[in-house]
């Protein structure tokens, strides 16, 4: 065995160690905070010590280099229905970042053995490649989560658009007609509204806490509905017929963007028709007659 690939896997696990315990070493050196501090942060010192070592400049600034921002990821765990806890979602990514580096070491060690001399330098490499992965598809994950709840949510806006306006049109009060709806569905629109209700049983004013809620969400249904809902508070306006036609239009939205997805695919689904059906069609064609014309003297 070569004398330099002999050290290639306890280097890696070396180093992974290492920048463990700088890690740690600098983040409690960094986050120590007096008494007053841990009260006014609102956080038990038992959650801030585990959760400390993700806060440190150091780690950040790595996360960030790779589009994981503070304010993007705040954002983005609102949109999934979460507090924006981000230093337990960083200490995630940590973990997920170390797991990408082990596979990479573990998959990418034999493999370099066989390179010979240069071998060392590509665990190296693997290992700074499985972090960024494991640190990216994280982040990755959190985005499409929170994009595939909010497109959920704007399915959902026209049936609770519906039973709103069955409700109003009974004589329930917006508040009332809210808590029947979170109380009687099950979907993250029913959770987002019952969020809402409760900050209204708690004193907040119902305008206030329905543009709250259009502000949580990236939807522009459920944005509309809202602004509709605190124009008919403030104003007094007509409301279950304003309702049933947003519905009516809402549905028609998502079918017309269906459609258009529709067209998208069926433009996709050329490309397998023309590139390997129609070309193995015309070799069937014609490779007889090629064949003929090849064997006649």
Request: aromatic share 4%; proline share 5%; glycine share 8%.
């Amino acid at each position: 065995m070569i004398p330099e690939l002999e050290y290639a896997t306890p280097a890696g696990v070396g180093i992974l160690l290492s920048a463990g315990i700088l890690l740690i070493r600098s983040a409690r050196v960094s986050k120590r905070q007096l008494f007053a501090q841990r009260v006014r942060a609102g956080r038990p010192a038992a959650a801030q010590g585990a959760l400390s070592f993700t806060q440190s400049s150091f780690v950040t600034s790595l996360l960030e280099a790779i589009g994981s921002t503070s304010t993007s990821v705040r954002r983005r765990l609102i949109l999934l229905g979460k507090e924006a806890d981000l230093p337990a979602f960083r200490l995630h990514q940590v973990i997920a970042a170390i797991t990408g580096m082990i596979l990479c070491l573990a998959i990418g060690t034999p493999l370099a053995m066989s390179k010979g001399k240069g071998g060392l330098v590509l665990v190296l490499i693997l290992i700074a490649v499985g972090a960024l992965v494991g640190a990216a598809g994280w982040d990755q994950r959190l985005g499409v989560k929170a994009r595939a709840r909010q497109r959920r949510i704007d399915a959902q806006v026209p049936d609770a658009s519906e039973l709103l306006a069955l409700a109003v049109g009974a004589g329930e009060s917006i508040p009332a007609a809210l808590e029947r709806i979170a109380r009687i569905s099950r979907s993250d629109l029913s959770e987002e509204i019952e969020r809402t209700t409760s900050q209204i049983r708690l004193g907040t004013p119902s305008s206030r806490a329905l543009l709250e809620l259009a502000e949580r969400n990236d939807s522009a249904p459920l944005d509309r509905l809202c602004h509709t809902l605190v124009t008919a508070i403030e104003r007094g306006s007509p409301l279950a017929r304003v309702l049933h036609d947003q519905a009516k239009d809402i549905r028609e939205a998502a079918r017309q963007s269906l459609m258009e997805e529709g067209g998208k695919r069926e433009i996709a689904m050329l490309v397998p028709v023309v590139f390997l059906i129609l070309p193995v069609t015309i070799v069937f064609a014609l490779y007889p007659g090629l064949m003929a014309l090849s064997l006649t003297p």
